[in-house]
């Protein structure tokens, strides 16, 4: 399994910043993809931002310009950089990971981390 740890959420102003960070652990493989997702209670989960190992890169439109995913592979960590924040970027963040477990079996699977409230309040 691949146990994800998130940390960088707070509280933050309209036209601020923040760095999220997700920590990747556990047996596996390779990780093939990590992403970026936000909630809004009542809302559906939405994809923010996405990088594969091959360093395709997609981002939400609402997001373009304004927040950056990135790697660090020798310390399985990815970031997602916010700049810019407004009051609608106000969400649960939680980060995704699509890992292969095995050397002899060719499927993937998903995980995800507990999540961190991002907060934009003036």
């Known amino acids: 399994q691949v146990q994800l740890v998130e940390y960088g959420g707070g509280l933050v102003q309209p036209g601020g910043s923040l760095r999220l960070s997700c920590e990747a652990s556990?047996?596996?493989?390779?990780?093939?993809?990590m992403a970026w997702y936000r909630q809004v209670s009542g809302k559906e989960r939405e994809l923010v931002a996405s990088?594969?190992?091959?360093?395709?890169?997609n981002y939400a439109d609402s997001v373009k310009g304004r927040f950056t995913i990135s790697t660090d592979n020798s310390k399985n960590t990815v970031y997602l950089q916010m700049n810019s924040l407004n009051l609608q970027d106000t969400a649960v963040y939680y980060c995704n990971a699509k890992a292969r477990l095995s050397t002899f079996w060719n499927t993937e699977n998903s995980y995800w981390g507990q999540g961190t409230q991002v907060t934009v309040f003036s």
């Open positions: 556990g047996r596996f493989v390779s990780i093939n993809a």
């Open positions: 990088i594969t190992g091959r360093g395709n890169l």
